[in-house]
T-cell receptor, first 114, second 112 residues
Framework: DQQVKQNSPSLSVQEGRISILNCDYTNSMFDYFLWYKKYPAEGPTFLISISSIKDKNEDGRFTVFLNKSAKHLSLHIVPSQPGDSAVYFCAASAWDNQGGKLIFGQGTELSVKP | DGGITQSPKYLFRKEGQNVTLSCEQNLNHDAMYWYRQDPGQGLRLIYYSQIVNDFQKGDIAEGYSVSREKKESFPLTVTSAQKNPTAFYLC???????????FGDGTRLSIL
C-alpha cells in the first residue's frame, strides 16, 4: 500500500522555465511533508518542508504547495537550472499515527535542458 | 564538518554470508535510520533508532539486524536470511523522530 505516490517517474524542462513536481498521499494523518533531492550515487539532501498548518512555503527558487483537501503537494522550481537535474523524493510523516517516521514516494527524475 | 559517513561505498557478498554496513554520524543526532532503495522505488525503512540502546523495526526488517551501542554509530547487518540483498543502502540521522533527516552517500551491496 503506497501511502505517498509520485506518479511521474520523469520530467523534462527547459532551462529558465518552471519545474513542477507532484506528490499525492492517502493518509490524512500526515502532518509534515518534505522534499529531498538526490544525485546518482549520493544520499538524498533535504530541500524544503511544510507543516500541515500551512499551504505554502518558499525558499529561494523552491516553493512547496500543500492542498490538504486534495491530499496533494507540489514542488515548484523557478527558474529551473541544469544543476537542478536530479531525482526528487517527497516524504510525509505523521507523529501521532506513525511516530514521526518518514514515508517516501518513488521519486521523480527531473532533467533540465540548457 | 559534521555529517554522516557510510562505508564502504561498494560491497560485495557471497551467498550465505552475513555482511555489516557501517554508519557513523558526528551531528549529535539522537535518531538514526537505515533505508533500502531499489530501482524505480522510493526509500523503504529497514530499521530505526530513536536513542542509544533502542531500535525498532521498519517496514522491511526481515533478514536484517542492527545495534545502537553508541550515539554516533548504527551498523546494519545484512544476514544470509535476506533473500534479495542487492540494493543501495542509505543511512540517515535526525535530531529526533519527525525532524528532517540527513543522509549519508550510501553503500551499494551486490551479491557475487
Amino acid at each position: 500500500d503506497q501511502q505517498v505516490k509520485q506518479n511521474s517517474p520523469s520530467l523534462s524542462v527547459q532551462e529558465g522555465r518552471i519545474s513542477i513536481l507532484n506528490c499525492d498521499y492517502t493518509n490524512s494523518m500526515f502532518d509534515y511533508f518534505l522534499w529531498y533531492k538526490k544525485y546518482p550515487a549520493e544520499g538524498p539532501t533535504f530541500l524544503i518542508s511544510i507543516s500541515s498548518i500551512k499551504d505554502k512555503n518558499e525558499d529561494g527558487r523552491f516553493t512547496v504547495f500543500l492542498n490538504k483537501s486534495a491530499k496533494h503537494l507540489s514542488l515548484h522550481i523557478v527558474p529551473s537550472q541544469p544543476g537542478d537535474s536530479a531525482v526528487y523524493f517527497c516524504a510525509a510523516s505523521a507523529w501521532d499515527n506513525q511516530g514521526g517516521k518518514l514515508i517516501f514516494g518513488q521519486g521523480t527524475e527531473l532533467s533540465v535542458k540548457p | 564538518d559534521g555529517g554522516i559517513t557510510q562505508s564502504p561505498k561498494y560491497l560485495f557478498r557471497k551467498e550465505g554470508q552475513n555482511v555489516t554496513l557501517s554508519c557513523e554520524q558526528n551531528l549529535n543526532h539522537d535518531a538514526m535510520y537505515w533505508y533500502r532503495q531499489d530501482p524505480g522505488q522510493g526509500l523503504r525503512l529497514i530499521y530505526y533508532s530513536q536513542i542509544v540502546n533502542d531500535f525498532q523495526k521498519g517496514d522491511i526488517a526481515e533478514g536484517y539486524s542492527v545495534s545502537r551501542e553508541k550515539k554516533e554509530s548504527f551498523p546494519l547487518t545484512v544476514t544470509s536470511a535476506q533473500k534479495n540483498p542487492t540494493a543501495f543502502y542509505l543511512c540517515a540521522s535526525s535530531r529526533g523522530l519527525g525532524q528532517p533527516q540527513h543522509f549519508g552517500d550510501g553503500t551499494r551491496l551486490s551479491i557475487l
